[in-house]
Each structure stands twice: as structure tokens, then as C-alpha cells.
């Protein structure tokens, strides 16, 4: 049973920490690069689609278990701790108001588009192109 709770932890403070990021990325004081890879971890973390869908057996999971916690880790490294302190104390009030959580359609755009291309890519290869 502890394993359960640890793991219900870890996936609680990665929300959190998504969140702290959302709000980094608004903050000018967050350098330019930790600003792009915040924006793909965001993007890709609230977004509605996964780039490989959980019904997959165990590679589904894989975005939730390492890509995102992986994402997530880098971009706090590269936020300085002022930015991040700033980051959580507009979290908690955020919170404290009950907003509701953010979507991100630029995460579904970016999946979408890369299921699409992937898609074209799979036709192409099977039936060759056309003239």
C-alpha cells in the first residue's frame, strides 16, 4: 500500500510543478531557453492527447511516467529559484481562488499534428506516391 501512496505523491507534486511552470513561463524574468522548453513541457503536459495514447500497452504510459517528469525536471533547472518562489506563490493564490485548470490547445495542436504527419507518412510508405 505505501507504494501507491508514494506514487500518488509524486504524480500530485508533478501537477503542481506543471502548474509552477505554467506561471514561469509568464514571468520576464524566466531566461529565453527556459522559457521554450517550459512552453513544450506545459503545452505538452495540458494537453488533451497524449503523443502515445494510454491504451498502448506499457508505451503509453511512458509520456506520464518519464517524458513529462523528465521534461518537468529540466525546465526547473534552467528557471532561477526567484522566478520559481515567485512561480508558487501565484499557484497558491491561483488555487486558492479555484480557477479552473488550464487546457492547452497548443499541446493538442502540436500532437495532432504530429499523429497527422505521422499518419502521412505510414499512407505514403504503404501506397507509394502518386503521380
Same mark, same amino acid.
Given at each position: 500500500?505505501? %507504494?501507491?501512496?508514494? %506514487?500518488?505523491?509524486?504524480?500530485?507534486?508533478?501537477? #503542481?510543478? $506543471?502548474? $509552477?511552470? =505554467?506561471?514561469?513561463?509568464?514571468?520576464?524574468?524566466?531566461?529565453?531557453?527556459?522559457?521554450?522548453?517550459?512552453?513544450?513541457? @506545459?503545452?505538452?503536459? !495540458?494537453?488533451?492527447?497524449?503523443?502515445?495514447?494510454?491504451?498502448?500497452?506499457?508505451?503509453?504510459?511512458?509520456?506520464?511516467?518519464?517524458?513529462?517528469?523528465?521534461?518537468?525536471?529540466?525546465? &526547473? +533547472?534552467?528557471?532561477?529559484?526567484? $522566478?520559481?518562489?515567485?512561480? +508558487? @506563490?501565484?499557484?497558491?493564490?491561483? !488555487?486558492?481562488? #479555484?480557477?479552473?485548470?488550464?487546457?492547452? #490547445? %497548443?499541446?493538442?495542436?502540436? $500532437?495532432?499534428?504530429? =499523429?497527422?504527419?505521422? &499518419?502521412? !507518412?505510414? @499512407?505514403?510508405?504503404?501506397?507509394?506516391?502518386?503521380?
Amino acid at each position: 500500500m505505501k %507504494i501507491f501512496k508514494k %506514487i500518488q505523491v509524486l504524480a500530485k507534486t508533478l501537477k #503542481r510543478d $506543471v502548474m $509552477v511552470l =505554467w506561471f514561469a513561463l509568464r514571468n520576464p524574468l524566466t531566461p529565453m531557453m527556459a522559457k521554450a522548453v517550459a512552453f513544450l513541457t @506545459v503545452a505538452y503536459a !495540458l494537453s488533451p492527447i497524449d503523443l502515445i495514447p494510454d491504451f498502448i500497452p506499457l508505451l503509453g504510459y511512458l509520456d506520464d511516467f518519464i517524458v513529462i517528469p523528465l521534461l518537468v525536471a529540466l525546465t &526547473i +533547472r534552467l528557471i532561477p529559484d526567484t $522566478v520559481l518562489a515567485q512561480s +508558487r @506563490v501565484q499557484l497558491d493564490e491561483w !488555487l486558492g481562488q #479555484r480557477q479552473a485548470k488550464p487546457r492547452s #490547445r %497548443i499541446g493538442l495542436l502540436i $500532437v495532432a499534428s504530429i =499523429w497527422l504527419l505521422v &499518419i502521412w !507518412l505510414v @499512407v505514403r510508405a504503404l501506397f507509394g506516391e502518386s503521380a
